[in-house]
């Protein structure tokens, strides 16, 4: 039945990938310009992959009212590469990552209907990756991110990277052809912690192995780890908003992200209080 479970659902994948092809395009041509518009195909793609990955989105009893009043920047603990499924079922914004996703048939589609944000992840694009973020809050959208840069085994909250939201304390941004791009709205950060709360019933917090179905990043198996993560009947998880922090009552960015961070480690890896740097893909660590 597990091998089943999971050859359906990559049949369902594969599927679904000209599906969001039809739907991007319905949501750039049609959609968005006649209705105005810009949840109801995202939503549409974020259900049918929860039902592919047979995961279920709860936000937890303690958790702060999301901000719908202004606009707004999410900043995320980052656990799986399916965190933007998590994150995007329950929080309106257009998510910030590498830019080569959008380089990945299927991956593409599903990340341009979704409003992605690709930049380069090196600190001599952040100007110009403040100018995306720039562009995309004053066209009225919010913004997600996962500032620890990477994907993390969930045991603690990373540091989070603070060069994108020097944004909000003056830095420079700029489009592809070094033109200035001002912010023009009054921009809150609001953490957000994503939690792995049940796998098939069981308790994650009792068994913490459990995270590896949603992870699928054990032993560096790939596919393997898609197929076993696959065979799960359902996972449910947990999301955390905190109250919104103002950057005006911050001296710098850093301090900002440390402050957004220690929310998350508090539902994350309760009693956490420093960070390190998370080990990025390729890099050599800090």
Do not use: C
């Not at 279920?56 to 980052?78: D, Y």
């Not at 830019?99 to 990945?104: A, D, N």
């Not at 393997?224 to 696959?230: A, I």
């Amino acid at each position: 039945m597990k091998n089943l479970r999971a050859l359906t659902r990559t049949v369902m994948g594969m599927a679904f990938i000209p599906v969001v092809a039809v739907l991007a395009a319905l949501q750039g041509l049609v959609v968005g310009p006649l209705t105005r518009n810009d949840t109801l195909i995202p939503g549409l793609i974020y259900s049918g992959l929860r039902r592919i990955f047979g995961y279920k989105v709860v936000f937890n009893k303690a958790s702060a009212p999301v901000v719908k009043n202004k606009p707004v920047w999410f900043l995320a603990n980052h656990m799986s590469g399916t965190d933007f499924i998590t994150a995007g079922s329950v929080l309106n914004g257009s998510f910030i990552g590498k830019g080569e996703l959008l380089k990945r048939p299927g991956v593409a589609q599903i990340a341009r209907a979704m409003k992605f944000i690709g930049i380069e992840r090196k600190s001599a694009f952040n100007a110009q990756a403040r100018g995306k973020i720039a562009k995309n809050f004053n066209a009225g959208y919010n913004t997600i991110m996962f500032p620890e840069a990477t994907t993390t085994d969930g045991n603690e909250v990373k540091l989070f990277h603070a060069g994108l939201l020097t944004l909000l304390f003056g830095a420079a941004s700029v489009d592809e052809k070094n033109r200035a791009v001002p912010l023009e709205k009054d921009v809150v950060i609001q953490p957000v912690a994503i939690q792995v709360k049940s796998v098939n019933g069981r308790d994650a917090a009792e068994d913490r192995s459990l995270r590896d179905f949603y992870r699928m990043n054990n032993g560096g198996k790939t596919l393997s780890n898609v197929w076993k993560s696959l065979q799960v009947k359902n996972i449910t998880l947990e999301v955390t908003a905190f109250a919104p922090l103002d950057p005006r009552d911050f001296k710098s960015a850093e301090d900002l992200a440390n402050a957004a961070a220690l929310s998350v480690a508090s539902v994350v890896n309760p009693g956490q209080t420093t960070f390190r740097k998370a080990v990025i893909p390729g890099r050599k660590a800090a």
